[in-house]
């Protein structure tokens, strides 16, 4: 019976102490992954449907967060069996010592968890009530949108991970080299909306941090805020439907809405956000393994590479051009992905070892030319292309030697709009504003300029950031407090 004792005692002292690593371990493995994710992607992460996963990310996990724990574990077990085996640990401290020292280990590797993860400043924040949001939030719904008579085709394209920042110091970057000069000329070529006075972009507001985050706020002007509760999953199977986004504003004029990807669109709720607001075709990896655009055993990164996908899009825009409906075609880059990308069969080596910086020219090249070859087809003339990047890289170590006080942005362009900008630099925009702009950029005519949160930056009206004073850490704060209104009238409505 003492013996049976000893052995449950043990148990739970070692169960406690792998819990203690576990917690240490999947916060390291967290923050560099994402690169110090916000405590709402942490949320949306462990809620959201994992299908599409990347095999290299969930290798990633399990050795991180299952393997080097128990490991690390296992030897402590070890170092701990021996000298007790051997008598040189008596009955008092094995008693006392090893349950202490094993509580200490869970207590602290749980608190370093909560401490790292900000989830006692999240607490602090949902405690606060805020109505930002409230106060401004203009419903598409409520205004009057005007297409015009001839409607524009639209090609979207979420850039994975691209930044402005990517440029050399000279042309306003941050590194001795620019990694995407194509990008960068069609910036100067066209219109570029920029946080600075030369090819810059915007600022990813709280709430747009990770890829559907972005895709959502920027098609909606809404941040993408998650609820804590545990039944938060219906949310992506019912993917917000009090929502209205720019899909559904298209399909309601006549556009067809597609959206293409590399990867499972299933992963984060994506298919079903497009696919319930706008009626989007879905074509990601899934459906070229049905289609048999690509063999079924086919499998690379986080599904086909991004050589494949443009060439697949082209497939597309070239059916979409025949049916003779205005279109939209939305799609998602994922070779830039974190952490430091894939190298196609494509990519040059002219970073040397800097693989993240030789697979952002590689993508830089392959959207230059998917640009002009849209330019060269016969609906080239009556369409714009919106190159937008989704959100700062994620990637651990990239941007380390960003200079102090330099703001990093997402990159931006637009190809080929109606209308010309009021004033395209020095703008103080964020994730919010990309939906209007797109109608704006079509030629529809906004009541008063603004949809959802966002501001059409064709206009002369000011973006909800510039109305703050360009303060993106008072309007992040605010969206990090509760918010009754987003909560009420997006979160749990089912209008």
Same mark, same amino acid.
């Given at each position: @019976?003492?013996?049976?004792?000893?052995?449950?005692? *043990?148990?739970?002292?070692?169960?406690?102490?792998?819990?203690?690593?576990?917690?240490?371990?999947?916060?390291?493995?967290?923050?560099?992954?994402?690169?110090?994710?916000? /405590?709402?992607?942490?949320?949306?992460?462990?809620?959201?449907?994992?299908?599409?996963?990347?095999? $290299?990310?969930?290798?990633?996990?399990?050795?991180? %967060?299952?393997?080097?724990?128990?490991?690390?574990?296992?030897?402590?077990?070890?170092?701990?069996?021996?000298?007790?085996?051997?008598?040189?640990?008596?009955?008092?401290?094995?008693?006392?010592?090893?349950?202490?020292?094993?509580?200490?280990?869970?207590?602290?590797?749980?608190?370093?968890?909560?401490?790292?993860?900000?989830?006692? =400043?999240?607490?602090?924040?949902?405690?606060?009530?805020?109505?930002?949001?409230?106060?401004?939030?203009?419903?598409?719904?409520?205004?009057?949108?005007?297409?015009?008579?001839?409607?524009?085709?639209?090609?979207?394209?979420?850039?994975?991970?691209?930044?402005?920042?990517?440029?050399?110091?000279?042309?306003?970057?941050?590194?001795?080299?620019?990694?995407?000069?194509?990008?960068?000329?069609?910036?100067?070529?066209?219109?570029?909306?920029?946080?600075?006075?030369?090819?810059?972009?915007?600022?990813? %507001?709280?709430?747009?941090?990770?890829?559907?985050?972005? @895709?959502?706020?920027?098609?909606?002007?809404?941040?993408?805020?998650?609820?804590?509760?545990?039944?938060?999953? $219906?949310? +992506?199977?019912?993917?917000?439907?009090?929502?209205?986004?720019?899909?559904?504003?298209?399909?309601?004029?006549? +556009?067809?809405?597609?959206?293409?990807?590399?990867?499972?669109?299933?992963?984060?709720?994506?298919?079903?956000?497009?696919?319930?607001?706008?009626?989007?075709?879905?074509?990601?990896?899934?459906?070229?393994?049905?289609?048999?655009?690509?063999?079924?055993? +086919?499998?690379?990164?986080?599904? @086909?590479? &991004?050589?494949?996908?443009?060439?697949?899009?082209? =497939?597309?825009?070239? #059916?979409?051009?025949?049916?003779?409906?205005?279109?939209?075609?939305?799609?998602?880059?994922?070779?830039?992905?974190?952490?430091?990308? +894939?190298?196609?069969?494509?990519?040059?080596?002219?970073?040397?070892?800097?693989?993240?910086?030789?697979?952002?020219?590689?993508?830089?090249?392959?959207?230059?030319?998917?640009?002009?070859?849209? #330019?060269?087809?016969? /609906?080239?003339?009556?369409?714009?292309?919106?190159?937008?990047?989704?959100?700062?890289?994620?990637?651990?170590?990239?941007? &380390? &030697?960003?200079?102090?006080?330099?703001?990093?942005?997402?990159?931006?362009?637009?190809?080929?709009?109606?209308?010309?900008?009021?004033?395209?630099?020095?703008?103080? %925009?964020?994730?919010?504003?990309?939906?209007?702009?797109?109608?704006?950029?079509?030629?529809?005519?906004? =009541?008063?300029?603004?949809?959802?949160?966002?501001?059409?930056?064709?206009?002369?009206?000011?973006?909800?950031?510039?109305?703050?004073?360009?303060?993106?850490? *008072? @309007? &992040?704060?605010?969206?990090?407090?509760?918010?009754?209104?987003?909560?009420?009238?997006?979160?749990?409505?089912?209008?």
């Amino acid at each position: @019976m003492k013996k049976r004792k000893n052995q449950i005692l *043990a148990g739970v002292c070692f169960l406690f102490v792998f819990l203690g690593i576990l917690a240490v371990a999947s916060v390291i493995f967290v923050n560099r992954a994402y690169n110090e994710p916000t /405590f709402e992607q942490i949320i949306f992460q462990l809620t959201s449907p994992m299908d599409g996963m990347s095999w $290299s990310y969930v290798r990633q996990v399990l050795v991180n %967060c299952v393997v080097i724990p128990l490991g690390l574990t296992t030897c402590l077990a070890i170092l701990v069996w021996i000298p007790i085996k051997k008598g040189m640990w008596k009955n008092p401290f094995r008693i006392y010592g090893l349950p202490f020292l094993s509580l200490i280990a869970l207590v602290a590797g749980f608190w370093y968890a909560v401490d790292r993860l900000g989830i006692v =400043e999240y607490i602090q924040y949902q405690s606060e009530e805020s109505y930002l949001i409230e106060e401004n939030y203009v419903d598409p719904n409520s205004i009057a949108l005007a297409f015009p008579e001839k409607k524009k085709n639209l090609i979207y394209v979420f850039l994975e991970s691209m930044e402005s920042s990517y440029q050399s110091k000279d042309e306003g970057g941050i590194f001795d080299f620019n990694c995407i000069p194509e990008l960068t000329e069609l910036a100067r070529q066209n219109v570029n909306f920029s946080y600075t006075d030369g090819v810059g972009g915007y600022q990813p %507001c709280y709430g747009a941090g990770w890829t559907i985050a972005s @895709m959502f706020c920027q098609t909606s002007g809404l941040p993408f805020l998650t609820p804590v509760e545990a039944n938060s999953m $219906s949310l +992506y199977e019912q993917f917000m439907p009090a929502v209205t986004s720019i899909g559904e504003i298209l399909e309601e004029n006549g +556009y067809q809405n597609v959206f293409m990807s590399g990867s499972s669109a299933g992963f984060g709720g994506t298919s079903n956000w497009f696919s319930q607001h706008g009626n989007y075709e879905i074509c990601d990896y899934d459906w070229a393994v049905a289609e048999g655009k690509i063999p079924e055993d +086919y499998y690379v990164f986080w599904g @086909m590479e &991004d050589a494949k996908l443009f060439d697949l899009a082209k =497939e597309k825009l070239l #059916q979409l051009a025949e049916e003779g409906q205005p279109f939209n075609l939305t799609m998602t880059t994922i070779d830039t992905h974190f952490e430091d990308g +894939y190298v196609c069969e494509l990519c040059q080596n002219e970073f040397e070892d800097n693989q993240y910086a030789n697979v952002m020219a590689c993508s830089s090249r392959q959207l230059a030319e998917f640009v002009k070859w849209v #330019q060269a087809q016969e /609906f080239g003339d009556d369409t714009m292309i919106v190159l937008v990047g989704d959100h700062l890289t994620m990637d651990s170590n990239f941007c &380390d &030697d960003t200079p102090e006080g330099y703001v990093r942005c997402a990159y931006d362009v637009f190809i080929n709009p109606s209308v010309s900008p009021v004033q395209e630099k020095n703008r103080a %925009c964020t994730t919010l504003d990309f939906m209007a702009t797109t109608l704006g950029g079509l030629g529809v005519e906004i =009541e008063g300029n603004r949809v959802g949160l966002g501001t059409n930056l064709f206009s002369e009206e000011e973006t909800l950031l510039e109305k703050l004073g360009g303060d993106l850490g *008072a @309007m &992040d704060a605010e969206f990090a407090k509760k918010s009754s209104f987003y909560q009420d009238r997006f979160l749990y409505s089912m209008e």
